[in-house]
């Protein structure tokens, strides 16, 4: 069934014995399923070593879910899909930010396939429905010798949730709240690591969006929309305007296009998060 199994309780892990196999692709081939974990991406960076390429590690609760820039992600207990996977691209570090890009490519199309939601993605790592946050997603980087080690990928997307924390409850929202069709977790992440799989094979045959930008752009919710980046102190107006082949925003001001990198800037709307 699976090859991760004898992983050592480290760090109160609960491994268990509840290990699937739910993808015949390598993708999603070795699950390891857990009641409670801090974070699954810190699950996996610790047991890293023992995870062939496309493990998935999901949990029904987070104790410390993470987002981006240190933010917390709550992850209330059978919620949501908490999960994460380890990936080992043959590629520079450079160009293993699109891999949020790529992510969210495949969830989106797979959750609106199943939900039936009208759901678009807040370039770089979200995915919005009503110009609320449904989704969000964590890429991190280990590096060996200055190349690419691995890749861990964290999704999270809010299902069942009804009542959010008061922190969030304005910008956040759930399969449920929003009237899908379908919160059956299995079979979304079941599809989702079919249609990941697919769009990480394209990514890697150029080593960039160029084979998926179109429909990734079809998908931005930014597109022909003022946006304001914010940068540790500083902020910058823009019109959004599409995406490069690297996964760069590319924002117009006074004619003059800029490219914006993920990573330490996150993006608003003008007027409220979208
Ligand atoms: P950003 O919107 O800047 O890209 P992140 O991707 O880092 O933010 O996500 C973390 C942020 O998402 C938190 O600071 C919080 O505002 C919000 N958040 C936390 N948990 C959830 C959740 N379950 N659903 C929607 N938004 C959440």
Same mark, same amino acid.
């Given at each position: 069934?699976?090859?991760?199994?004898?992983?050592?309780?480290?760090?109160?892990?609960?491994?268990?014995?509840?290990?699937?196999?739910?993808? =015949?692709?390598?993708?999603?081939?070795?699950?390891?399923?857990?009641?409670?974990?801090?974070?699954?991406?810190?699950?996996?960076?610790?047991? !890293?070593?023992?995870? *062939?390429?496309?493990?998935?590690?999901?949990? =029904? @609760?987070?104790?410390?879910?993470?987002?981006?820039?240190?933010?917390?992600?709550?992850?209330?207990?059978?919620?949501?899909?908490?999960?994460?996977?380890?990936?080992?691209?043959?590629?520079?570090?450079? @160009?293993?930010?699109?891999?949020?890009?790529?992510?969210?490519? @495949?969830?989106?199309?797979?959750?609106?396939?199943?939900?039936?939601?009208?759901?678009?993605?807040?370039?770089?790592? %979200?995915?919005?429905?009503?110009?609320?946050?449904?989704?969000?997603?964590?890429? !991190?980087?280990?590096?060996? %010798?200055?190349?690419?080690?691995?890749?861990?990928?964290?999704?999270?997307?809010?299902?069942?949730?009804?009542?959010?924390?008061?922190?969030?409850?304005?910008?956040?929202?759930?399969?449920?709240?929003?009237?899908?069709?379908?919160?059956?977790?299995?079979?979304?992440?079941?599809?989702?690591?079919? !249609?990941?799989?697919?769009?990480?094979?394209?990514?890697? @045959?150029?080593?960039?969006?160029?084979?998926?930008?179109?429909?990734? *752009?079809?998908?931005?919710?930014?597109?022909?929309?003022?946006?304001?980046?914010?940068?540790?102190?500083?902020?910058?107006?823009?019109?959004?305007?599409?995406?490069?082949?690297?996964?760069?925003?590319?924002?117009?001001?006074?004619? !003059?296009?800029?490219?914006?990198?993920?990573?330490?800037?996150?993006?608003?709307?003008?007027?409220?998060?979208?």
């Amino acid at each position: 069934m699976t090859n991760v199994d004898n992983v050592n309780n480290k760090s109160g892990h609960n491994t268990g014995p509840d290990l699937l196999c739910i993808n =015949k692709g390598w993708m999603g081939r070795h699950m390891v399923k857990l009641d409670v974990v801090d974070s699954t991406n810190l699950y996996v960076k610790n047991y !890293e070593e023992k995870l *062939q390429t496309g493990t998935v590690v999901i949990a =029904k @609760a987070q104790t410390a879910g993470r987002g981006r820039l240190s933010r917390g992600w709550s992850s209330p207990n059978g919620e949501g899909i908490w999960m994460s996977y380890i990936l080992r691209p043959d590629i520079e570090p450079s @160009a293993c930010g699109g891999l949020t890009l790529v992510t969210a490519l @495949a969830l989106t199309k797979v959750l609106k396939r199943l939900s039936g939601l009208n759901l678009q993605i807040k370039w770089p790592n %979200d995915i919005v429905c009503n110009g609320k946050k449904l989704a969000g997603i964590l890429t !991190e980087l280990s590096l060996k %010798d200055m190349k690419t080690d691995y890749v861990v990928v964290g999704i999270g997307v809010n299902v069942s949730t009804t009542k959010f924390p008061d922190d969030i409850s304005r910008m956040a929202t759930s399969l449920k709240l929003e009237g899908a069709v379908c919160e059956d977790i299995d079979l979304i992440v079941k599809e989702f690591c079919e !249609e990941f799989e697919k769009c990480y094979e394209a990514y890697m @045959a150029t080593g960039d969006m160029k084979l998926l930008k179109e429909e990734y *752009q079809q998908l931005l919710v930014n597109i022909g929309r003022e946006v304001c980046i914010l940068k540790d102190d500083k902020e910058f107006i823009a019109e959004a305007i599409g995406i490069n082949d690297e996964g760069e925003l590319l924002v117009k001001k006074e004619s !003059e296009i800029t490219t914006i990198r993920a990573g330490e800037v996150s993006v608003r709307g003008i007027y409220g998060y979208v």
